[in-house]
């Protein structure tokens, strides 16, 4: 059986910069595969890609097995795939369900469109109580529920988030992770995710892939990325931000 999205070995380039080089990843029904690799390592790139935002200047990417090439947008979206882009971009000035609606382009017939809502509504309430509230007055955590709800609108069978949890606090940074964990366990959604976070990302995902400069470093299951001595270097730096933090957290509590 062919896996539901197939990358196999795309480039992509801008003008003369080659962005990603001979790049495959799969990813399968109902799993989480994180995407992980330092700034410009081309995981954006990676997303508007599959979205057919930006296109392969060789390889192929394959959804069911067929190629998109040459596909809208809009025709990649009815074939299943769902994306929450960088920085959630929710239309601020319009409500929540307004929002929740653009979602919903590929759904047709009014009774199918109340109930998709209502699901929305069950799976994250918040989105339930302000309905009528403009989306640009919510909470970055709200705004990514937000974002969730919109995506899984058209029915997907893979999201592709791209950092979904960028510049939120901590501890909603844990609720966004566990609402993650519930689209894929509930509504069995295949998720592909970029996340800078690779401890976070790994510790809920089931597979990952590492990017950098452009070319696939490792792949592997997650909970052996997450022991790799290889990946704890790399990320040396934000393990040493959050040790502090995790220190400072520490002091605090016992005072
Ligand atoms: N439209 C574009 N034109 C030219 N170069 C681009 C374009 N989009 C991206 N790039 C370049 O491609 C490289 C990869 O960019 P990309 O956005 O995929 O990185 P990223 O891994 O998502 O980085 P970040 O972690 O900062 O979001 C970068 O060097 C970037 O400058
Ligand atoms: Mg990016």
Known sequence: MSALLEFDRVNVHYGHFHALRDVSYTIDSGEIVCL?????????T??????????????EVRIDGEATTGLSTAQIIRRGVASVPEARRVFPDMTIEENLLVGAYTVRGRSVLRADLEQQ?????????????LAGTMSGGEQQ?????RALMSHPRLICMDEP????????????????????????????????????ALSIAHRGYVLATGEVRLAGPAHELLHDERIREAYLGQRD?????AAIEGTEGQR
Do not use: C, W
Not at 36 to 44: P, Y
């Open 121 to 133: 509504y069950e799976l994250f309430p918040r989105l339930a109580e302000r309905r009528r509230q």
């Open 241 to 245: 931000e959050a040790a502090v933090e």
């Open 165 to 200: 949890t960028m510049g939120l606090a901590p501890i909603v940074v844990d609720q966004v992770l566990e609402t993650i964990t519930r689209i894929n366990r509930e509504l069995g959604v295949a998720v592909f995710m970029v996340e800078q976070n690779a401890e976070l």
């Open 36 to 44: 992980l690799g330092g700034n410009a390592s081309g995981k954006s």
């Open 145 to 149: 529920m937000l974002a969730f709800g």
């Open 46 to 59: 990676t997303m508007k890609t599959i979205l057919g935002l930006v296109h392969p200047s060789s390889g």
